[in-house]
């Protein structure tokens, strides 16, 4: 087949959880031997931050973006498509909202929709002030209404990560049940199966051996809850709290304001390469992900893999990604997520248990090649036995 998926970043840009789902889904499809092309947006060399490997079998197509980021992606998609048109048997947009300038048929993936953005935190949407508040709610209104509404009842099909997904696009879009699938993204996780040594990745990444160390991998945005996390801490009996990732702007002032005399304890360790990860899950006793709301969640499922017990929240689908493997609490309650893991590096128990179940989950429903089989399969429904 020849395949198209569309994303707003892509390697050597990686900007989210987004960009991983792509990287995986087109690896995987060239292992398969599809002819794959990747529409992502044009970005200055000075954007990215580490030059991740790129397959030579998958060819990309940069679109200027300017400042509309995925609406004028998805514009300039529409275009780019309509010029080739019978280039390819399938066209895959990454988020259904992608989709909205495109007119011919599409499967499209769908993580997270703009109404829960609208009504995660409080029934309102997260945010870092009152007036970025204010323009997110006007913005994602706008856009539920105007783009991705209209994508969603278009789709020929459209790919869901979780239940919880599936059930937020049927109840509240009237998305048809009959042109939806379940499919649990697909990663490789076999570089998380055999870890460090516990003892030498805290000495590598400078951590004492006498504390407990929680976890925290993610790019934190308001969406990831991570000041109820700082609150936690500040709650609970002495930890060392490693936090991996890059910051939205003006975040990360609200959460050291937040962690008060636990600042002591918690090494921001900023961006971290891809190969380094493995030393970091080596290094901690629990993975802790405060998210308001989440599509799926790659570092829990890393997480699992490695068989590093979690604690994370019921937002979205990160629960129902957990599953066994983890606690999962209310969001934005910084008392629960404190008592969980205080439970959790409590308990020896406990923590050996959730990690093993942890690591079974990992390797069962989010396998790259089973995963990939199964996006295969809904091509071939959508587009016939020939595409």
């Known amino acids: 087949m020849r395949v198209c998926l569309v994303t707003l970043d892509f390697p050597p840009f990686r900007s989210s959880g987004l960009t991983i789902y792509v990287e995986n889904l087109g690896r995987g499809l060239v292992a398969a031997g599809h002819e794959v092309t990747v529409i992502a947006a044009e970005r200055s060399a000075a954007a990215h931050v580490e030059q991740i ?39 895959h947009f990454a988020d259904v909202h992608f989709a909205y300038a495109y007119r011919g048929p599409y499967v499209a993936s769908a993580f997270q929709s703009f109404r829960q953005r609208l009504t995660s935190a409080g029934g309102q949407p997260y945010h870092t002030s009152w007036r970025n508040l204010l323009f997110r709610r006007g913005y994602y209104t706008a856009a539920r209404w105007l783009m991705e509404q209209p994508s969603v009842r278009r789709a020929s099909h459209i790919l869901m990560p979780s239940q919880a997904t599936q059930a937020e696009f049927v109840q509240h879009y009237g998305a ?35 504390m407990p160390v929680v976890l925290y ?76 709301l989440e599509g799926v969640g790659f570092p829990l499922i890393e997480a699992m893999a490695a068989g590093i017990p979690v604690v994370t929240t019921t937002g979205g689908a990160a629960g129902e ?16 997520l404190a008592a969980a893991l205080a439970q959790v590096l409590g308990d020896d128990d406990l923590a050996r248990r959730l990690g093993e179940a942890g690591r079974k989950r990992a390797f069962s429903l989010f396998d790259l090649v089973e995963a990939t089989n199964r996006v295969e399969a809904i091509y071939r429904q959508v587009w016939g036995p020939h595409a």
């Not at 805290?202 to 951590?207: I, W």
């Open 53 to 91: 490997p790129q397959s030579e079998a998958l060819r990309v197509v940069r679109v200027p973006v300017g400042r509309a980021d995925w609406i004028g992606l998805g514009w300039q998609a529409a275009r780019h498509l309509d010029r080739q048109r019978f280039r390819f048997d399938v066209v």
């Open 321 to 336: 990604v957990v599953g066994p493997g983890g606690i999962a609490v209310t969001p934005a309650d910084s008392s629960a």
């Open 217 to 292: 991998v993610g790019f934190s945005t308001p969406r990831k809850g991570v000041e109820y996390l700082a609150q936690a801490i500040h709650a609970m009996p002495p930890v060392q709290l490693l936090m991996v990732g890059k910051w939205e702007a003006g975040y990360r002032e609200r959460f050291e304001a937040a962690l008060g005399d636990a600042r002591a304890r918690t090494i921001l360790a900023g961006y971290v390469p891809e190969n380094d990860l493995p030393w970091y899950y080596a290094a901690a006793d629990v993975l802790v992900l405060p998210t308001l």
């Open 176 to 210: 048809n049940p009959a042109r939806m699938t379940l499919v649990y993204p697909g990663l490789d996780l076999e570089r998380f199966r055999a870890l460090p040594p516990s003892h030498a990745a805290r000495t590598r990444l400078g951590l004492s051996g006498e």
